[in-house]
């Protein structure tokens, strides 16, 4: 007699377990704001433009370097081509992404800027 009651009272109770833990789990996808897995992500290297305004022609690659970072492609094929690429996701499915291109001549001195930014006449 005491098995068929604890039995009878034990399926109530996983019942409930299982439905709250599927509220539980549920509910997750309700409040995407205060989801603890959207990350922003950043790939590349962030210019900005008071770096590109620090850019002038005739600079060598290590100065360049020390400005903007190491480049994220440097051409294997183009040796005086430096590309730096940006792109930032967020949380909230934003993207963000902003292209340079510096070139430079055979003595390794810079004389291009291209891309997203462009150094300011000053």
Not at 86 to 103: A, F, H, P
């Amino acid at each position: 007699m005491l098995t068929t009651f604890t039995r009878h009272t034990a399926t109530p109770l996983r019942a409930i377990a299982v439905l709250t833990v599927v509220l539980l789990t549920a509910s997750c996808s309700w409040l995407p704001s205060l989801s603890v897995h959207d990350v922003t992500i950043q790939q590349g290297n962030i210019i900005d433009q008071n770096k590109v305004d620090q850019l002038l022609p005739g600079m060598s690659k290590a100065q360049v370097r020390y400005l903007l970072g190491t480049p994220l492609i440097a051409d294997s094929f183009d040796q005086g081509r430096w590309d730096y690429y940006y792109s930032r996701k967020d949380s909230r499915g934003n993207i963000t992404q902003e292209q340079l291109t510096v070139r430079f001549d055979d003595s390794d001195k810079l004389i291009e800027i291209s891309g997203d930014f462009q150094p300011n006449a000053n």
